[in-house]
């Protein structure tokens, strides 16, 4: 079954069936509805960044190469872990990054967050290799495509048989990076929205200054960014189903089901997150 519903399609099929998106449609619709009743410009602002954060959060996790089990082995291109696993880790890495520079605004808190996340899968990536090579005695090969789609190096004569490919291949290595860098953007992003709704409103609702309030201003942001974050992550795992290789990887296409799935979960979450201080 799919994120939205429908049945798993065949290869990299996008899968979207139209009433479970129709569906999605009218909830999304009437979340906005309601935080436009309830939260203002505010909670409205807030709530399309979050929304705006899910989708890069949801996207970038079909860039990171995962082979779980069978890459333990040697039997899968990618790295020995769960997909949500993997995103959550290069995520919030560029989530905490991004936190700690909130205070330099908004562009430069989120470009942190995408250096912290980027970061963190290419240290990942690297030394995953590292050990592949040195440590298995296994060269990097796909199994999803004869040539690397950027360097152009063939694969098959290093693909051993009975094997989908081994290692990490310079695509998936740059797909890692990416999906590291999208994911670390988008949680500082949703982490940013909230932060804003909190100080804003808790002083109000606190009967507080504004520094009285500011450690559970980020304290609550912070929760509900790894939260959503996590949410997200697993809605991208169930339509990932297994493992994947990187962005040439045929089911690297199904990325828009993730995203319909991702913006009504994010908006689902943002405005309970939101309306919790509002209402």
Not at 18 to 38: D, E
Not at 107 to 136: E, H, K, P, R
Not at 167 to 184: H, R
Not at 219 to 230: E, N, P, T, W
Request: charged letters at 5%.
């Amino acid at each position: 079954m799919s994120a939205l519903g429908g049945p798993k399609p065949a290869g990299g099929s996008t899968g979207i069936a139209p009433v479970p998106a129709l569906v999605s449609l009218v909830i999304f619709v009437i979340i906005f509805a309601v935080m436009y009743m309830f939260g203002g410009s505010l909670g409205m602002t807030a709530l399309i960044g979050i929304v705006i954060g899910g989708l890069l959060i949801g996207f970038g996790v079909h860039f990171v190469p995962v082979g779980g089990a069978p890459a333990a082995m040697g039997q899968a291109p990618g790295i020995a872990t769960g997909v949500a696993m993997l995103a959550a880790g290069g995520g919030l890495a560029g989530l905490f990054g991004g936190a700690w520079a909130a205070s330099q605004g908004t562009v430069v808190a989120v470009v942190t967050g995408a250096i912290g996340g980027g970061l963190m899968l290419a240290i990942t990536c690297f030394f995953v290799n590292f050990i592949y090579i040195y440590g298995m005695g296994i060269p990097a090969a796909s199994g999803k495509v004869k040539k690397d789609p950027i360097t152009g190096d063939s694969q098959a004569e290093y693909k051993s048989q009975g094997t989908e490919g081994h290692g990490l291949p310079f695509v998936s290595f740059v797909g890692g990076v990416i999906g590291g860098i999208l994911g670390g953007a988008g949680g500082t992003l949703i982490y940013l929205m909230l932060l804003n709704v909190y100080q804003t409103s808790l002083p109000g609702v606190m009967k507080a200054t504004a520094a009285q309030v500011a450690p559970i201003a980020v304290s609550l942001a912070g929760m509900f960014a790894i939260g959503m974050f996590l949410v997200i992550a697993v809605l991208a795992a169930y339509n990932i189903t297994g493992t994947i290789e990187g962005p040439h990887d045929p089911k690297f296409k199904r990325f828009p089901r993730a995203l319909v799935a991702s913006a009504v979960a994010s908006a689902l979450c943002g405005v309970a997150a939101i309306l919790l201080v509002m209402v």
